[in-house]
């Protein structure tokens, strides 16, 4: 069920006025002691009822929080007229910095041959002497990444002609088995060995089924 919202102006009836102020003045003491201790902050309220009842809340003492605030507007004046340390600081480094980024920018344009008409010839040699320092650390930063570049390369070159070598002796390997085999030589028919049996037979064997062929080659000479 939806809360209804109540409307925020004076409560004519007494009774039910002194109820709200009852229930609001606690509400508004509890989370003032909640934001005190929270945040560690040093508050004081003074509630007057519409009787004239006095009823105060105080983090600390109402009295030393009253004194604080009546030191108040003489400390604004202050901070008014005199910036603090911080502000100070704060503009001092901004002034640096900006300096500096100035003179850096203004460098920057002389090394690319810009602004030199203000330069004496002492600025001018310093100048020189900054470019031929620049100059020479660029050529030795190329010859470097030169001699990196060349190693790399030959590093692959070598790779690849070992990978070479190893294809070339394996395309090779077929060849080397034909030669082998031509070497030993091949026959042009099978030959026939007979072979006949020297065992004592039984009495009544066949000596017809005592001979066998067999297909061969022939024995080496």
Do not use: W
């Not at 901070?79 to 600081?89: A, E, F, G």
């Not at 042009?188 to 000596?207: F, K, Q």
Request: net charge positive; with cysteine.
């Amino acid at each position: 069920m939806t809360r209804q919202k109540i409307e925020i102006k004076k409560i004519d009836n007494t009774a039910a006025r002194q109820v709200t102020f009852s229930k609001r003045r606690r509400g508004l003491f509890k989370k003032a002691h909640e934001l005190s201790t929270l945040c560690d902050a040093e508050i004081a309220l003074l509630v007057f009822s519409a009787t004239g009842k006095l009823f105060e809340y105080s983090s600390t003492s109402t009295r030393q929080v009253i004194q604080r605030r009546g030191l108040l507007p003489e400390r604004i004046d202050k901070l008014d007229s005199t910036p603090s340390l911080d502000l100070q600081l704060e503009s001092a480094t901004r002034n640096m910095l900006s300096k500096e980024v100035a003179e850096k920018t203004r460098e920057l344009r002389q090394l690319r041959g810009e602004e030199l008409e203000g330069l004496n010839l002492e600025e001018l040699k310093h100048l020189e002497k900054l470019l031929k320092t620049g100059l020479t650390r660029v050529t030795e930063t190329k010859d470097d990444r030169f001699l990196k570049e060349i190693s790399i390369l030959k590093r692959k070159g070598a790779e690849l002609e070992e990978e070479n070598q190893k294809l070339k002796q394996v395309e090779n390997l077929p060849h080397a088995v034909q030669e082998i085999v031509g070497h030993q030589g091949q026959p042009s028919e099978p030959v026939a060995l007979v072979h006949t049996s020297r065992n004592p037979r039984p009495h009544g064997y066949n000596n017809s089924s005592d001979i066998s062929l067999t297909l061969g080659l022939p024995f080496p000479n």
